[in-house]
């Protein structure tokens, strides 16, 4: 695979602090999901606050339970949840966000630009051409197969701009009128590691304050009262993207497998969606 260099990294870019565990500071219940506690506590000013977890099963953050009643599962004349106003891509009636301009995201603190779309080229896809649509904010083992527009989904390595590269989900779609000059290669998918998905939140730095273990994607954290209330992470297990808009919007930052007791002033308390991109080992 190619790679196209610059020279230098974009300034006053971020820094994510990835340090070991001290001995005095442990994450709350690491990879353990708590049980489901219905209790209700006397009802205060604010209304009253249930102690367990969400409907989404997230265990509440420090802004919730929402005031509504609890959600029941959807019935035959439930309404199909609202399409984000930014563009997407349907898969299996759920929305991800496709960015068809220039993306890029936090890597070990830097932020790294991908190489533009028109750079992966136009391929050659059971006897006819096809070109990239745009990167869409999917996860691994989820990105296959066609969208409802025709187009098709492959989970593949894309270059970074400086050197390196990153899995990403690209959409191609089919081109219409003569063969292009030129056909790329499409690189087969990068093995998916064998292992798990598991990490926990925290409403304060250094593992303090409220805490949420979790191995689901969760499209938007104002469900469970999370919006804007992280501020460290400890990944268990797994490599997730983490979102600063609800619905996987935005550019993310990737965090493979390790304590994070701080995270840099662009991402501390803004963080309202998350996915966990692939399965993988443990810290």
Sequence with gaps: MSHTTTTTHPTNTPHITNTPFQNTVTPNNPGNTPQVDRRTLPQGPRGPTQVGLSATG???GPHGPLATPARLPGGPNALAAAKPKFPVVTVNNKYFPINKGQKYM?????KKFFVPLGALGVVLIGGSYWYPDGYVSIAGP???GYTPDGCELHWREVDFADGGDAPQCVQYCPQAGPPPAQIATLPPPPPIPQGACQMTIFSDPNF???SAPTGDNHASLAESGWQNAVSSIQVQA???DFFPEDNFGGNPIR???GPYPMLAPDWDKKINSFMCVQPGPGA
């Design 106 to 110: 936090y890597v070990g603190g830097f």
């Design 58 to 60: 997230l265990k509440f």
């Design 238 to 240: 797994g490599t997730w």
């Design 208 to 210: 303090g304050g409220s």
């Design 142 to 144: 989820a990105c296959t």
């Design 255 to 257: 965090l493979t497998a």
